[in-house]
């Protein structure tokens, strides 16, 4: 499939939701509205930590216009003690994330929600729920959450025998690294903090659920996977899958924080006890302060190399805060973090810490960017002690077929050298700065990517066009991208395919948008099923000309006679075959399911060139490219936007991005004026260096493109300000006063003024 | 929920009358770009909105007799950068007016406004102080001016009384050789609030400094005059001693906080760097050679 002949993989087409995103038509949840539809509200807690001793809820439900209110005890329980997964998910810890059960755990957690026939009474009842708490200490970040006489979050929870916030621990071993740092001619060891981040999406939570007296269950919302949402309003509710409707809306943003529920079970119980569609929105303050951020973290990390260059051993600790409930993504930081390298002997440990801050949801390689910060980090210094390139410190010891990563597998045909390379060679590497305090950085970074579970349909229309129907919200260009592929697999036009995204009633299960795997997966069902289709439309043709099937060739749009048929029928299009297909054996069209494997890891390097006002504290980038191996570019501009997407929000990360808690433990910056995500003006234009190493285990080629482009950008960025200063600065963000601090701390570059 | 009344006066004499009748539970409304937000997350209920933007007084640009201008409350940054000559006369004042928000919130946002939210970090107002600007106020008991320096209270707080109404700001005419200009501090390049603001007028003199008004943000309760720093430059050829000392003058009139958006250290030492390159920009503007 990868060759120069095709007529559609690798075209810039036009993106199938864009005029309607562009025009205001695109349904977002929040856009669902219907008769008779109330409003709730939710009450959230005033402490970070406390036991709730009771919740009287009578007045509210008194108040003149209310319909409905719900506490946990309207839900299906979950024992702390028996686990009950899905997907990288708990439902013991989904349950008391969504509402609190015996204690609040954070500032904001959701305690009791109010259905009414609007906002305001909503709002009006909420403060009218009393609640006794007996109030605990609390802990945030975390030092305090391990330190010896940390207030416990919960007693169930047990590190090394005795109660802990330690919530779990996750090791990867090759080799021996004591015997590798023995070996070793230059050892460099740094610790490091980032600070948790939030995945930003623009659209904030929004759900409209209705709940019919039969218990059927018709749910619009914003997520990243349908089917995600009616497993856990399943499991949350009582209601079977079976009855539950789950209708995704189009979405406005995810970035990986839209794949846990916070809404739809608690309107679904509102909505089945009032007898209302039941609509809820969540403002930015309450997405702020109670739904994602990716965690913070800090980090050790040791890396042993010889006099060559050649690394010899590589340790990482990586304590990530999970927020108040288990989950941290401890693998993404310990797995990937020298995944990038052949290395003997590596040693890798992540420890899940919870505190009292919301939960974390998954962020663009949940983990990924936190374990690659450190790594690349130390590379960098590793770099200037060996007096090495640091491209050429990263090419001497990469990964390549072969390869056995610490995290598990041996790499098939990978493209992580290709991108030192392009790097290397690139015009951008090679223009030197010429600016006072300007600098170039670069780092590099993995991504597992997924495969999973995936169902399409593939159906012919009447009038002989294409329906490809999936099970996966578009979050990044997968319509426009399968829409390729059908076309080119067909050989009819782009335009004759239209690809929708199923509800969970109408197409077969397929797990959520998530973990780089939609295009990868979706692309191979749809495959299978558009070579079905193609199958039956050979059939249809050899019936109509009264030969056998494998007397037809399915070519450029048209089944063709073959062999000593080939000059005896005229070719039929599919428009010909469509007319013809209830006369011929009914319908065409042709579905498949399957649980695809062999989804392989995604690498990037990234060179980044900043700027520093010196007297300010401010970075600024300069240039910015990006050069990654995705495989095979089905839709390159929706390539690019993910390149530059991961990019923007590295450098939000590395720069000014940051929770910011008060001393009574809450957000003093819920919303985007103090959360300071990148503006249009803070970037560059991102550039993007595309590399195709095709996946061997994939019929198109490709990978998963959509998250390693976050992975390298803090170090890159980190590392730039080091070459432009000469001052390593080992916690993010890397905003004006800390810049200033570090520079003021530093007073051989104030002589150098 | 509250109904809240609208009002749109067409006379400033009817604002004032319907603003008095309301008794403190009106608010008035010039672009809205704060007001609105306030009311969106809580922190304001008004039963009564006073639209000003349609009383002649508040929109008008006027040339004073003595070559001046009087510049109404709620004129927008947009509406008074189409004016042909408030900015050759004011650049400082208008690029710090058009800091504020976006292209959008440009076409809305007043000065007026700026100054009556009573933020210490209001872009317009460390200019206007710099330039000396003079507010009219007229409520039930008549007109009076105030130095715009003196109508801040503190965070959120202005020293009109119940009843008054911002109507203009008057800025003195401009001798030969003068100019100014505004800086601000954000982490960001745009859509931020000032961490440190300074306004910087001057007029120079076969190259000395003969008058020089500073005003700095963000480092305060409230925008100050900072006259240590003008009287630092005035007199001087702006060389580098002078301007030290303006910016340590600067550096010293910090009364900050430490919170979310810098520590007391960043917004001190900001405070003179941004003096420096303030008064750089005022001077060149001003035709220093
Ligand atoms: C997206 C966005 C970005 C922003 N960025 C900035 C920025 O960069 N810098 C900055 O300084 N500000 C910023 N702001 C805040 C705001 O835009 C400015 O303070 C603006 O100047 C307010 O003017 P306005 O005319 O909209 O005031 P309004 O909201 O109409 O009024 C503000 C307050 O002043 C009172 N008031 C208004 N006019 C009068 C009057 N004539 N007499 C008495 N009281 C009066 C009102 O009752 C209200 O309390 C931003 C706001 C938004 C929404």
Redesign the pocket.
């Known amino acids: 499939m990868n060759d120069q002949s095709n007529k559609w993989i690798g075209k810039r087409t036009v993106r199938p939701d864009g005029a309607d995103k562009v025009t205001g038509r695109a349904a977002y949840a929040a856009d669902a509205t219907m008769p008779g539809m109330i409003w709730a509200k939710v009450l959230r807690s005033p402490h970070p930590h406390a036991t709730i001793k009771s919740i009287d809820t009578s007045k509210a439900e008194a108040l003149p216009g209310v319909k409905a209110v719900a506490t946990a005890a309207d839900f299906v329980d979950f024992p702390v003690d028996t686990p009950v997964p899905l997907g990288i998910q708990d439902m013991r810890w989904m349950s008391r994330n969504m509402l609190a059960k015996e204690k609040v755990l954070f500032h904001g957690h959701p305690i009791a929600a109010v259905a009414a026939i609007n906002e305001e009474i909503a709002a009006e009842a909420c403060a009218l729920i009393e609640v006794e708490y007996d109030v605990l200490p609390f802990a945030i970040e975390i030092d305090d959450a391990i330190a010896k006489d940390a207030p416990i979050l919960h007693d169930f929870m047990k590190f090394d025998g005795k109660p802990s916030n330690i919530a779990g621990t996750l090791e990867h071993t090759l080799g021996d690294v004591d015997a590798g740092f023995a070996e070793a001619d230059v050892v460099i060891e740094r610790s490091f903090t980032t600070k948790p981040v939030h995945q930003g999406y623009i659209e904030t939570h929004a759900c409209v659920v209705s709940v019919a007296p039969d218990n059927r269950t018709t749910i619009w919302s914003s997520s990243q996977g349908q089917f995600m949402v009616r497993a856990m309003t399943a499991y949350l509710t009582g209601i079977p899958q079976s009855n539950i409707k789950a209708i995704p809306a189009e979405i406005g943003g995810g970035f990986g924080g839209k794949t846990i529920v916070y809404l739809e079970p608690v309107a679904t119980i509102l909505s089945k006890k009032s007898g209302r569609p039941v609509k809820m929105v969540m403002t930015r303050e309450e997405v702020m302060r109670a739904t994602g951020p990716t965690s913070g973290s800090k980090s050790t990390v040791k890396i042993g190399a010889k006099k060559d260059g050649t690394i010899v051993a590589g340790q990482g600790t990586f304590y990530l805060q999970a927020g108040c409930l288990p989950g941290s993504p401890i693998r993404g930081a310990a797995g990937c973090a020298f995944a990038p390298y052949d290395i003997k002997n590596v040693h890798s440990f992540g420890y899940d810490v919870v505190s009292n801050r919301s939960k974390v949801a998954a962020y663009r390689a949940p983990g990924a960017p936190i374990g690659a910060f450190a790594v690349e980090s130390v590379l960098d210094e590793l770099a200037v002690e060996l007096g090495m390139d640091p491209l050429k410190l990263r090419l001497k010891n990469a990964a390549k077929e072969g390869t056995k990563a610490a995290h598990g597998p041996t790499y098939p045909r990978i493209g992580y050298a290709e991108t030192v390379e392009a790097a290397l060679k690139s015009e951008h590497y090679n223009t030197p700065l010429t600016g006072k305090f300007q600098g170039r950085g670069v780092a590099s970074g993995y991504w597992f990517n997924a495969g999973g579970e995936s169902s399409a349909q593939v159906n012919i229309t009447e009038d002989g066009n294409v329906v490809v129907t999936t099970g996966h919200p578009d979050i990044g260009g997968s319509r426009a991208s399968i829409a390729n592929i059908t076309a080119e697999l067909l050989g009819i036009n782009y335009d004759q395919v239209s690809v929708q995204i199923g509800d969970t009633a109408s197409i077969g299960y397929s797990n959520l948008t998530g973990g780089s795997r939609v295009l990868f997966a979706s692309a191979m069902v749809v495959t299978e099923s558009t070579e079905q289709v193609i199958e039956q439309l050979k059939g249809r043709a050899a019936k109509i000309w009264g030969i056998d099937p494998s007397q037809v060739v399915w070519e450029g749009g048209e089944a063709r006679p073959m062999g000593e048929h080939s000059a005896n029928f005229p070719s039929m299009s599919l428009e010909e075959l469509a007319a013809k297909a209830n006369a011929t054996g009914g319908p065409i069209g042709a579905g498949s399911q399957s649980n695809t494997v062999g989804a392989e890891g995604g690498f990037a390097t990234h060179v980044c060139d900043v700027e520093v006002d010196v007297d300010l504290g401010i970075v600024r980038v300069l240039r910015y490219t990006c050069f990654q191996d995705v495989g095979r570019a089905i839709h390159p501009s929706y390539v690019e936007g993910q390149l530059q997407g991961g990019v923007a929000q590295g450098i939000g990360w590395a720069l000014n991005e940051e929770y910011i808690y008060n001393k009574k433990g809450q957000v003093d910056n819920p919303g985007f004026l103090d959360y300071r995500m990148p503006v249009c003006s803070d970037l560059p234009m991102l550039d993007c260096g595309i590399i195709e190493i095709p996946n061997p285990k994939h019929p198109q080629g490709v990978r998963g493109v959509g998250e390693v482009p976050l992975v390298p950008g803090p170090a890159a960025v980190r590392n730039a300000v080091h070459d432009a200063l000469g001052i390593w600065i080992d916690d993010l963000p890397l905003s004006p006063p800390n810049v200033l601090a570090a520079i003021d701390a530093n007073s051989s570059l104030q002589a150098a003024e | 929920m509250s109904d809240i009344r609208y009002l749109a006066p067409q006379t400033l004499d009817d604002a004032i009358a319907q603003y008095a009748a309301a008794e403190g539970a009106a608010?008035?409304?010039?672009?809205?770009?704060?007001?609105?937000?306030?009311m969106r997350s809580g922190l304001l209920k008004p039963s009564t909105i006073l639209d000003?933007k349609k009383i002649p007084e508040?929109t008008a640009i006027e040339r004073t007799a003595d070559g001046g201008f009087k510049i109404g409350?709620?004129i927008?940054g947009a509406a008074l950068e189409e004016d042909p000559d408030f900015g050759k006369a004011w650049p400082g004042v208008l690029e710090a007016?058009n800091?504020?928000?976006?292209t959008q919130?440009q076409g809305?946002?007043?000065?007026?406004?700026?100054l009556?939210?009573g933020?210490p970090?209001?872009?317009?107002v460390p200019a206007l102080v710099a330039a000396g600007a003079v507010a009219t106020i007229k409520g039930p008991n008549g007109s009076r001016e105030l130095k715009v320096e003196d109508v801040p209270a503190g965070p959120g707080k202005t020293n009109?009384k119940p009843g008054?109404?911002?109507?203009s700001f008057t800025f003195p005419a401009r001798p030969k050789g003068s100019s100014d200009a505004y800086l601000r501090m954000i982490p960001r390049t745009e859509?931020?609030?000032?961490v440190v603001g300074v306004g910087v007028s001057l007029t120079l003199e076969g190259g000395t400094c003969t008058a020089a008004r500073v005003g700095l943000g963000a480092v305060a309760p409230t925008v100050l005059l900072v006259e240590d720093a003008a009287k630092a430059l005035i007199g001087s050829t702006l060389d580098d001693a002078a301007i030290e000392k303006a910016a340590a003058a600067c550096s010293a009139a910090c009364n900050p906080i430490d919170d979310k958006r810098g520590t007391i250290a960043y917004r001190t030492k900001v405070a003179g760097v941004l003096l420096k390159r303030t008064t750089a920009i005022a001077a060149e503007r001003a035709g220093r050679t």
Do not use: F, K, P, Y
């Open positions: 608010r008035i409304l010039a672009g809205g770009t704060d007001l609105l937000v306030q000003v508040l409350a709620a927008s007016l800091l504020i928000g976006s919130v809305r946002a007043s000065m007026g406004g700026n009556c939210n933020s970090a209001g872009d317009a009109l008054e109404i911002l109507v859509m931020d609030i000032a």
